[in-house]
């Protein structure tokens, strides 16, 4: 059962990407359209220059992830960072942290470090950036398992759509490492970001409708090697909308929420709507 009322079409800006195979969502876009070879060899992490140059050394791999994305995104769409709201979407947050304060909990608790426990809350990557940017609009930080892109592209929507302002939405995970990684399936480096804005600018990419419908729903397939290769990671449910932009078609796709809900996105690309105008 799809939403009782129309939502508003909202429009997408400045898509950023990262992965150590595909550090950039120029190179990105190309290898999901085959026109490209994913990098060799693999990038390390991302150096974001919103941070100074010692916080950007002593900063964990999610926030460095997420800065780089937000950066790129916000400087592709031609926005003033200081002035969106945004939305930071991790399903784990920072694995690494997690289990060195497990660890040492466990063996030593007097050698936690601060700087550590600082890092470990999972609003730590968007509070980086509200202080790097001086942003002092509203920002969010949320997690959703599986479905935490999806759920975070639904807050930046309805955000977008109620208040008619421009939000963005960046999304990241990283591996699971230590015990962590028994329970927790969560591998390699991958981060996305986006700006959804409620008018059509110049530099739109594409336009969307959005809505929810009730029912369960398996995730749209992969259509490349590059992102099948990147689904090990927790921020996965990402990839079919960032393969749907690279592609430039329009596209329908249905990203699960839940087991009993999706949200339902009709994709239309830049190059169709000037057509229409």
Aim: net charge negative; hydrophobic share 50%.
């Amino acid at each position: 059962m799809s939403a009782a009322y129309k939502t508003p079409t909202l429009y997408i800006e400045g898509p950023a990407f990262w992965a150590p195979s595909l550090p950039g969502w120029e190179l990105a876009s190309a290898v999901f359209r085959g026109e490209a070879a994913p990098s060799d060899p693999p990038a390390k992490r991302p150096s974001p220059q919103v941070l100074a140059p010692a916080e950007r050394r002593r900063a964990p791999d999610t926030v460095a992830l997420a800065l780089e994305v937000a950066a790129a995104a916000v400087a592709a769409s031609g926005r003033n960072a200081a002035d969106l709201p945004c939305v930071f979407a991790s399903a784990h947050g920072d694995l690494g942290i997690n289990d060195y304060m497990c660890s040492t909990l466990a063996s030593d608790p007097k050698l936690l470090s601060p700087i550590k426990f600082h890092n470990s809350v999972h609003n730590a990557a968007v509070g980086y950036w509200t202080i790097g940017t001086g942003c002092m609009a509203a920002s969010n930080s949320l997690t959703a398992f599986e479905s935490t892109f999806a759920s975070g592209l639904l807050e930046a929507a309805a955000q977008c759509a109620a208040d008619q302002r421009a939000v963005l939405l960046a999304g990241y995970d990283m591996p699971a490492v230590g015990a962590l990684a028994s329970i927790t399936t969560s591998r390699d480096l991958l981060a996305v970001a986006l700006v959804i804005s409620p008018k059509r600018t110049e530099r739109t990419v594409a336009a969307f409708e959005w809505s929810l419908s009730a029912g369960a729903s398996l995730p749209p397939a992969l259509r490349s090697d590059a992102a099948r290769a990147l689904r090990v990671n927790a921020m996965a449910d990402a990839l079919p909308l960032f393969e749907a932009l690279a592609r430039g078609k329009a596209e329908s796709l249905a990203l699960p929420l839940s087991a009993a809900l999706s949200l339902q996105l009709a994709l239309q690309p830049e190059l169709q709507l000037e057509a229409q105008s």
